[in-house]
């Protein structure tokens, strides 16, 4: 499934019937999860058929496409069924109950409400909010037009600080040739550095957050300023939105790209399978993990994996820090020692280069140990 993503542009008047849609989604959805907490032996299909009685029973919500009402009810569905899994599993902690939504932003068609024009470049929603005819604003390589229609399962209109955007979830399959290049590697993130291989090569951590910390402060202090439900309000919060949705796209692009970079330079990638949020409990760390989004970036480097059809193996964190690479001894240090020093062998190196390499010893035990398939490899690593 490929998502193609156009900013559209329109007039207020669609923006605000854009708007209206969007609120409507969110009183489905709400109600789909009363019904669900009122009643006992709800299942998913009850939720779509009581979509059907919503628009009789509510003037408003008939003029939302019908298909788009029931999408509404599948997310309802899916924080109901969410909430079964991890009561099954037995997950620790909250289970995730759901919750009545009052922030939705977006709405969902189906295969029917939409109507995309020849030419590739404007989309017309065709049921009775009134939004109409918008035009797409993108990348001018990207031609959605290319794909027939029956290929586009959904039409997403996603409402951000910086405008009003189309996505277009199209069912196809993207293929990448990886060129072989004889390279295997472990990967240590941390905070300062981004990450540090087996090879002892560091890419530096940006702080996305923390170079526009200023900023955000002196925006939110602008916010707090403000009357409560005044324009000037408004405006000042939608700079402040502006301001941290640039933030947001740094982060995803730095990580989008180094992983790309690193993926498509190896032919095997092994990293620290991280409980990240565990570690931002740390409220000395916290803010410094979050903003450095290493589950955004490990994200990216499994998706990028399965792309290029190579293994990316995921190892258990303990002891990656402690243990020598060279010897295998244990040299305990704490998290402000930066370097490995040990005294059986005389290695000494970076506290993350020494974890980067057993990150990568780890994964190749792990393979040796499982399938004979590919010792290739561990000679590779060799």
Same mark, same amino acid.
């Given at each position: 499934?490929?998502?193609?993503?156009? +900013?559209? $542009? =329109?007039?207020?008047?669609?923006?605000?019937?854009? $708007?209206?849609?969007?609120?409507?989604?969110?009183?489905?959805?709400?109600?789909?999860?009363?019904?669900?907490?009122?009643?006992?032996?709800?299942?998913?299909?009850?939720?779509?058929?009581?979509?059907? !009685?919503?628009?009789?029973?509510?003037?408003?919500?008939?003029?939302?496409?019908?298909?788009?009402?029931?999408?509404?009810?599948?997310?309802?569905?899916?924080?109901?069924?969410?909430?079964?899994?991890?009561?099954?599993?037995?997950?620790?902690?909250? %289970?995730?109950?759901?919750?009545?939504?009052?922030?939705?932003?977006?709405?969902?068609?189906? #295969?029917?409400?939409?109507?995309?024009?020849?030419?590739?470049?404007?989309?017309?929603?065709?049921?009775?909010?009134?939004? /109409?005819?918008?035009?797409?604003? =993108?990348?001018?390589?990207?031609?959605?037009?290319?794909?027939?229609?029956?290929?586009?399962?959904?039409?997403?209109?996603?409402? @951000?600080?910086?405008?009003?955007?189309?996505?277009?979830?199209?069912?196809? /399959?993207?293929?990448?040739?990886?060129?072989?290049?004889?390279?295997?590697?472990?990967?240590?993130?941390?905070? +300062?550095?981004?990450?540090?291989?087996? /090879?002892?090569?560091? !890419?530096?951590?940006?702080?996305?957050?923390?170079?526009?910390? +200023?900023?955000? %402060?002196?925006?939110?202090?602008?916010?707090?300023?403000?009357?409560?439900?005044?324009?000037?309000?408004?405006?000042?919060?939608?700079?402040?939105? *502006?301001?941290?949705?640039?933030?947001?796209? #740094?982060?995803?692009?730095?990580?989008? %790209?180094?992983?790309?970079?690193?993926?498509?330079?190896?032919?095997?990638?092994?990293?620290?399978?991280?409980?990240? *949020?565990?570690?931002?409990?740390?409220?000395?760390?916290?803010?410094?993990?979050?903003?450095?989004?290493?589950?955004?970036? &490990?994200?990216? !480097?499994?998706?990028?994996?399965?792309?290029? $059809?190579?293994?990316?193996?995921?190892?258990?964190?303990?002891?990656?820090?402690?243990?020598?690479?060279?010897?295998?001894?244990?040299?305990?240090?704490?998290?402000?020692? @930066?370097?490995?020093?040990? &005294? =059986?062998?005389?290695? !000494?190196?970076?506290?993350?280069?020494?974890?980067?390499?057993?990150?990568?010893?780890?994964?190749?035990?792990?393979?040796?140990?499982?399938?004979?398939?590919?010792?290739?490899?561990?000679?590779?690593?060799?």
């Amino acid at each position: 499934m490929l998502i193609f993503e156009y +900013k559209l $542009d =329109g007039s207020k008047a669609q923006y605000t019937a854009i $708007d209206e849609a969007i609120r409507i989604v969110q009183f489905i959805r709400n109600k789909c999860l009363r019904l669900w907490m009122d009643a006992r032996g709800i299942s998913k299909n009850d939720l779509q058929c009581y979509c059907a !009685v919503l628009a009789k029973d509510y003037l408003f919500a008939t003029r939302l496409n019908s298909q788009a009402r029931q999408a509404s009810a599948d997310r309802a569905w899916f924080a109901i069924s969410r909430f079964y899994d991890n009561c099954k599993n037995h997950k620790p902690g909250k %289970k995730g109950y759901p919750r009545f939504q009052h922030d939705n932003r977006s709405i969902e068609y189906k #295969q029917t409400g939409w109507k995309l024009e020849p030419d590739g470049k404007h989309i017309t929603l065709t049921d009775g909010c009134g939004i /109409e005819r918008l035009r797409l604003m =993108g990348n001018k390589k990207q031609h959605i037009a290319a794909f027939p229609t029956k290929q586009i399962k959904r039409v997403r209109i996603v409402h @951000r600080a910086d405008g009003y955007y189309a996505q277009f979830a199209v069912q196809a /399959e993207r293929k990448v040739e990886h060129v072989s290049t004889g390279n295997v590697v472990g990967i240590d993130v941390g905070l +300062k550095v981004y990450y540090t291989d087996s /090879e002892g090569s560091t !890419v530096e951590n940006p702080r996305h957050y923390r170079k526009a910390e +200023k900023k955000l %402060k002196r925006l939110h202090r602008a916010v707090s300023r403000k009357q409560k439900k005044s324009s000037n309000r408004k405006k000042a919060r939608k700079h402040l939105a *502006r301001a941290y949705l640039k933030v947001q796209r #740094q982060r995803e692009d730095f990580a989008r %790209k180094t992983a790309s970079t690193l993926i498509s330079s190896h032919d095997l990638i092994a990293y620290e399978h991280l409980q990240i *949020r565990n570690m931002v409990r740390n409220h000395h760390l916290a803010k410094s993990i979050h903003d450095a989004g290493w589950g955004t970036f &490990l994200r990216w !480097v499994r998706h990028y994996g399965l792309l290029h $059809d190579i293994p990316v193996i995921a190892v258990p964190p303990q002891f990656t820090s402690q243990k020598c690479s060279a010897c295998g001894a244990m040299v305990k240090k704490s998290l402000s020692v @930066r370097t490995h020093i040990c &005294l =059986g062998c005389g290695v !000494v190196l970076d506290r993350d280069h020494n974890a980067a390499k057993n990150i990568l010893q780890e994964a190749l035990s792990s393979i040796r140990g499982g399938t004979g398939g590919h010792l290739e490899t561990d000679r590779l690593a060799l």
